[in-house]
């Protein structure tokens, strides 16, 4: 692997949020550019929250960068401020990848963390359609765009979550973007009712991410489904205790690492318009947390 020369032909992508400190995102990428020998760097873009985050996009048009990943808290409140928008953004109601037009300084907004889950999904062969009845647990951002890719897939999904009128806000958008969609909302309390039936359980909640690793958002009381998949959307800890509890049941658990990678490769052929080195920039990623013990959010 040949690392180009950072000189006056580099050029510049980041992550772009608050905080982006701890972001496994530049690790990723960066690695990804110089396996692929491309004179490009990918750089933290941390934005205070009340701070002008229109400047801070027009700022990125002027200094010349090719785009950015957009994250929290600014993936809805960015979207009134591009040019142009995908499907994607307008049906998960988010956006998390900007590509900034060279030659007219237009920023268009996409969401790779939709197709980031399917392609997951799709590599680690679970099957999703509409005989794929999921639960997802929590109403966050995250749940919205794995709401939207799996209803968008054609399965029957559940949202279940501690407070239902978050659950109850991200069916009533989907139901506005889609004609018939397959979706419902419950409480947290009425998991076990909706529960049995169900082959794919999505974690979208933060509960279980380090250091808070002996924690689920399963209930012990409630028996899992027997043959369900169990997909954490959480990838650090590599192994949460949703996945351990799960595989102790006799179901097949997969990790969030795989989503991470999947949004990152898209947008990295949305900006450099070559194949991503999807196997390097996972292998990075597991490097990392294998050897990171830092406390903060990725
Ligand atoms: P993101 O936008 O990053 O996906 P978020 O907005 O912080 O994450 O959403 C987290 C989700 O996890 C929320 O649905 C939250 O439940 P509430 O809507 O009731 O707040 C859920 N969540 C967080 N901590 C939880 C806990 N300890 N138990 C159950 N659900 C939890």
Redesign the pocket.
């Known amino acids: 692997m040949t690392v180009a020369t950072l000189d006056g032909q580099t050029q510049l992508v980041g992550i772009l949020g608050w905080p982006v400190a701890h972001s496994l995102s530049p690790t990723m990428h960066n690695a990804a550019f110089a396996y692929a020998g491309l004179n490009w760097r990918y750089v933290p873009l941390p934005v205070q929250p009340g701070h002008n985050l229109d400047a801070a996009l027009k700022g990125l048009v002027a200094l010349g960068f090719r785009g950015a990943n957009i994250t929290?808290p600014y993936k809805v409140d960015a979207i009134p401020l591009l040019d142009s928008i995908t499907e994607a953004v307008t049906i998960v109601g988010a956006v998390n990848t900007i590509r900034i037009d060279h030659n007219t300084g237009k920023i268009e907004g996409m969401n790779t963390d939709m197709t980031g889950f399917l392609a997951d999904l799709a590599q680690n062969r679970v099957s999703m359609g509409k005989n794929t009845r999921a639960l997802i647990l929590?109403?966050?951002?995250?749940?919205r765009a794995i709401a939207a890719g799996l209803v968008r897939s054609g399965a029957h999904v559940t949202i279940v979550?501690?407070?239902v009128t978050?659950a109850e806000a991200i069916v009533g958008f989907i139901r506005s973007s889609w004609a018939n969609p397959d979706i419902n909302a419950v409480s947290?309390e009425d998991l076990s009712m909706v529960a049995w039936d169900a082959n794919l359980i999505v974690n979208?909640?933060?509960?279980g991410m380090w250091p808070d690793t002996e924690t689920s958002?399963w209930p012990e009381r409630v028996p899992f489904p027997p043959g369900a998949v169990v997909y954490d959307s959480i990838y650090r800890p590599l192994k949460t205790k949703l996945m351990r509890q799960a595989e102790a049941a006799g179901l097949r658990a997969v990790g969030g690492l795989g989503m991470l990678v999947y949004q990152g490769a898209s947008a990295y052929e949305v900006w450099t318009g070559k194949k991503a080195p999807v196997d390097v920039m996972k292998l990075v990623c597991q490097q990392a947390l294998m050897e990171d013990s830092r406390p903060g959010p990725f």
């Open positions: 929290v929590g109403a966050g951002g995250a749940a979550n501690r407070t978050k947290m979208a909640t933060p509960v958002p």
